[in-house]
């Protein structure tokens, strides 16, 4: 049985939010960020920020929920997207999050916040989650057995993954 993960939609917006308002717009750079992030705190904290399940795309790894979202301009969610653009529509609600939420945000947005597409692209393309995963061509979902580094954490979060509260 694969690590599950209850996936918590709200935080995920929020999370969007945050990043925007640190002034990242840049669609393919906030998927990055919140992969980044996600990753840091599962290992470092045992659970994900959001829960999103990760797919492996030809340009590397995409929050599957919040990209799926982004392309069908709902009304209320928080944000729009123009071409490539993420467009704040109010300020992110800071009582979502937990401080090791916060922290692990702030080293997505430090890893791939402001750099150029190829840039990019070569900084995720080595992200070994991506590697193993990635089918030319094809999106494919990244297991979050994937994302942790640890043996004793992914055993851990085997059995216990699908209880935390996010």
């Not at 659970?47 to 709902?74: C, F, H, N, Q």
């Not at 979502?96 to 945000?105: P, Q």
Request: net charge negative; hydrophobic share 35%; aromatic share 16%.
């Amino acid at each position: 049985m694969p690590i599950q993960f209850n996936m918590n939609t709200q935080k995920a917006v929020e999370s969007v939010l945050w990043i925007i308002q640190r002034g990242e717009s840049n669609m393919y750079n906030i998927w990055k960020i919140l992969f980044s992030a996600e990753k840091y705190h599962i290992n470092k904290y045992g659970r994900p920020i959001t829960g999103d399940k990760y797919m492996a795309m030809e340009y590397g790894t995409v929050p599957e929920w919040l990209y799926e979202t982004s392309k069908l301009e709902r009304q209320g969610l928080g944000f729009s997207r123009r071409n490539n653009t993420l467009i704040a529509e109010r300020e992110p609600m800071p009582e979502y999050f937990s401080i090791s939420d916060f922290e692990a945000l702030q080293y997505g947005f430090d890893e791939y916040a402001g750099l150029d597409f190829g840039e990019v692209l070569k900084k995720n393309h080595d992200e070994p989650a991506w590697k193993k995963n990635y089918i030319r061509y094809r999106s494919t979902p990244i297991p979050f057995e994937d994302f942790v580094d640890e043996e004793w954490l992914k055993e851990d979060l085997l059995l216990l993954g699908y209880n935390l509260c996010l």
